[in-house]
T-cell receptor, first 116, second 112 residues
Framework: DTGVSQNPRHKITKRGQNVTFRCDPI?????LYWYRQTLGQGPEFLTY????????KSRLLSDRFSAERPKGSFSTLEIQRTEQGDSAMYLC??????????????FGPGTRLTVL | GNSVTQMEGPVTLSEEAFLTINCTYT??????LFWYVQYPGEGLQLLLK?????DKGSNKGFEATYRKETTSFHLEKGSVQVSDSAVYFC???????????FGTGTKLQVIP
């Protein structure tokens, strides 16, 4: 299967700890996205990369959050000093960028974070 | 700002019933519109999309028409199956930007 993969699938941590999630996009895709989904809500956009460049960031992405995409391949999302409000499903998506912005985003299965 | 409003669920239907899930949007620009589906235990999947007014997106028996005059993109299916049970998300993206704005989702349960 060559879809978007995310690791780990589940993470339980204590408040104040740091966590890091990984996303491996579909291999030929140059765009990568992070979203957050809380229970009963739709996904909320966090940030977007084109190759290794981070081009859009939501105001939801506080200074405790940092995302990287070294070499334009996989991406990591780190949350420092986790808070209970960070508990959510973190979704990664990727796409092959086209002119006109009509590319389709393909989503991974998500990483569910629980902060105790 | 941009937003998507969908009918609240859960929606419970008998097999072979007609399905409509309402979706309306507010956008500062000219959006592309999407329906995504999330089956139990699986990731979000694109179900269908429409990129300009009066376009009809269709897939797996589902249809939705981009209505600019009513800012709507209602999802329909003529005869639902138990396997259609899932959460359905309406979404939009403004041209030139990559952020997708999602609605809150509508849970559909189809009973035999």
């Amino acid at each position: 299967d060559t879809g978007v993969s995310q690791n780990p699938r589940h993470k339980i941590t204590k408040r104040g700890q740091n966590v890091t999630f990984r996303c491996d996009p579909i291999s030929e895709h140059n765009r990568l996205y992070w979203y957050r989904q809380t229970l009963g809500q739709g996904p909320e956009f966090l940030t977007y990369f084109q190759n290794e460049a981070q081009l859009e960031k939501s105001r939801l992405l506080s200074d405790r959050f940092s995302a990287e995409r070294p070499k334009g391949s996989f991406s990591t999302l780190e949350i420092q000093r986790t808070e209970q409000g960070d508990s959510a499903m973190y979704l990664c998506a990727s796409s092959q960028g086209t002119s006109g912005g009509t590319d389709t985003q393909y989503f991974g299965p998500g990483t569910r974070l629980t902060v105790l | 700002g941009n937003s998507v409003t969908q009918m609240e669920g859960p929606v419970t239907l008998s097999e072979e019933a007609f399905l409509t899930i309402n979706c309306t949007y507010t956008a500062t620009g000219y959006p592309s519109l999407f329906w995504y589906v999330q089956y139990p235990g699986e990731g979000l999947q694109l179900l269908l999309k429409a990129t300009k007014a009066d376009d009809k997106g269709s897939n797996k028996g589902f249809e939705a028409t981009y209505r600019k005059e009513t800012t709507s993109f209602h999802l329909e299916k003529g005869s639902v199956q138990v396997s259609d049970s899932a959460v359905y998300f309406c979404a939009l993206r403004i041209g030139g930007y990559q952020k997708v704005t999602f609605g809150t989702g509508t849970k559909l349960q189809v009973i035999p």
